[in-house]
């Protein structure tokens, strides 16, 4: 364990703690959850009362509020994240816990996502399977239920099928090629729910055909290094290097649906992206940076750029993986805004209101945010997933946990074995 990192991440966490208290949004990704689940993460790693202390408190803010919550079901801001991290809680023994109530109400959401064939990771049918999946065999049911929704939600179209995307500032639908809102993200669940032996009848043909459509949407002739995928079907230009958008999204799908049905070949294509994506530095990568600050959020940040590479390096020892890693991990550092007294902060580039302007986009600025996605608290689980030599399990609400390959592929001279 690196002492240096893991002293970080504590002095980062404590000087943030008055942002944290403030936060009340209870969701996953952006409020109380996310924080909690970092808490967890520190008990677990550090042994230190203090963040079980917190740990505690922050849940019984949670408790109090799941009444005003249950009108919203997503894995993003709703009852599927703040469901997926109370059984993440169980799972590690950290929580004793009955989700009858939180299930039932994820379970009723899903007509209104059928009926609006919202397929897709944050706010869609995915988001929700990501909370049975936490469930383990107790999940079951519910994940039969999604898969059957997703099936009626496919659309067939040249080359194979996908599901849209309708952005919430415009009315016109898309296919999103991005880990978060699109095809990617949905495949990503199908493939560990096929893992898991629910619905292979549906969950095998979905993947082939949602995978065969996805490498069609790969443009032809790109140059080496600026990526091999857009943003968006339909797009001829690629995309930034982010965790939410771009080929690192899209290798993650490979990633999960190679494992599940057994293709070395999308295995390898997955690498291919990967290793073709650690050679693009901050200039090339599309993180947004100013004269002062450099976006360092998980969402579209350093940090998110950084557990990606970390994940695929564990999963794959490829050397060129791993450097692409320790690289965005000292961007990230070397980002931190400090104070005359020496603390540390990071800012990120997300949205002040996410209403939508006449022109349909919504209004950004530099902000420390106290979130997971796009705050300090995922930065800060970046951070102390470097610092310890555990498997971490906290990312599998965002799909980054990566099975390591049985046997390493040798590609070129990149894979270590």
Sequence with gaps: MSDTLLNQVVSLVNTHQPLFNKVEAPGLFGGQSGIALLYAQLYQVTNDELYAERLTQTLHRLAA??????????????????????????????????????????????????????????????GKGVYFLERGTAGTDGLRQVIEAIARSTET?????????????????????????????????????????ICPNLTQPLLEASVSWLLQQRLVGAAQGSGQFPGYAGDTQPTRLAWCYGDLGVAVALWHAAGALNRPDWHLLAIELVEEAAL?????????CSNDYIDSGFCHGTAGLAHLFHRFQQ??????????????????????????????????????????????????SWQTDAGLLEGITGIALVLLTFASPTTPAWDACLMTDLSPIASPYEIGTNILV
């Design 65 to 126: 509020q799941l009444p005003q919550v249950a009108a919203h079901s997503t894995l993003t801001y709703g009852m599927a994240g703040i469901g997926w991290l109370l059984q993440h809680l169980a799972n590690r023994d950290l929580l004793d816990v009955d989700l009858t109530d939180v299930e039932q109400w994820i379970i009723d959401s899903l007509a209104t996502d059928r009926h609006n064939r919202n397929a897709e990771l944050m706010t869609g049918l995915a």
């Design 157 to 197: 179209i040249p080359g194979g099928i996908a599901w849209h995307y309708v952005s919430p500032y415009t009315d016109a639908p898309t296919y999103s090629l991005g880990l978060s809102h699109g095809v990617p993200g949905v495949i990503s669940f199908l493939a560990k729910a096929h893992r898991q032996r």
């Design 280 to 288: 693009r530095t901050l200039p090339e990568s599309g993180v947004r």
């Design 315 to 364: 999963a794959t020892n490829s050397l060129r993986i791993q450097q692409a890693a320790q690289y965005w991990l000292q961007q990230t550092q070397q980002a931190a805004v400090r104070s005359d007294a020496g603390t540390a902060s990071f800012l990120t580039y997300t949205a002040t209101d996410y209403a939508p302007q006449p022109n349909g986009t919504i209004a950004l």
